[in-house]
């Protein structure tokens, strides 16, 4: 017997293919909605609905739970899609969960008309993730916030609050003029 990735429903056919569709909303709409907004307003219109979420979060069923000054934290439940040749979640996944936490991090920290981009991303994948895990959060933290460069740190974490994964970035910050 197989679990259905998204419904937990089991089916008897363990060569069935499974499958999962989503939608996403045009990401250039996205950024030029957020254009004009700081990262505190930009986050807040996301939450309120007012903006869609971006299309990675779509693609890879996680949620933004948490944004404050200098703070960002992501939710996300394995399944199977998130699934890498051996059986436990792809290690990409956690990088991209954890560039998320970081860079939304350091752009909670951005007036309007600032933008950054991530420089570099080191992630130590410390143990496996599996279905069985359960939930799993990615909080990324600004560790320096500076003129033209920012640092954050991230850690994946359960519901125990066990230690996965852990991260550090670095943005670049761009600014006007």
């Known amino acids: 017997m197989t679990t259905a990735p998204d419904t937990g429903q089991l089916s008897q056919q363990p060569d069935e293919q499974r499958q999962r569709t ?18 505190p307003e930009f986050f807040a ?10 299309p990675v ?13 200098g703070r960002a934290v992501f939710a996300l439940t394995p399944r199977e899609f998130h699934y890498n040749p051996l059986g436990t979640v792809h290690g990409g996944v956690f990088a991209t969960l954890l560039d998320s936490a970081c860079g939304c991090a350091v752009h ?6 600032v933008f950054y981009t991530s420089l570099d ?18 909080e990324g933290t600004v560790v ?10 991230g850690r ?3 519901a125990t609050g066990k ?9 670049l910050v761009m600014r006007p003029g």
């Open 22 to 39: 989503f939608s996403w909303t045009d990401p250039a709409a996205i950024a030029a909605a957020g254009a004009s907004m700081s990262g």
């Open 45 to 54: 219109a996301i939450a309120a609905g007012e903006i869609p979420p971006p």
């Open 57 to 69: 979060m779509r693609a890879l069923d996680f949620n933004g739970v948490y944004f404050g000054e």
């Open 108 to 113: 909670t920290m951005l007036p309007a008309g």
């Open 121 to 138: 991303l080191s992630v130590k994948f410390l143990r496996p993730v599996t279905v069985d895990t359960g939930p799993i959060t990615a």
């Open 144 to 153: 320096h916030l500076g003129r033209r460069t920012a640092l954050a740190e």
């Open 156 to 158: 994946i974490t359960d």
């Open 163 to 171: 230690v996965y994964v852990t991260a550090t970035s670095s943005c």
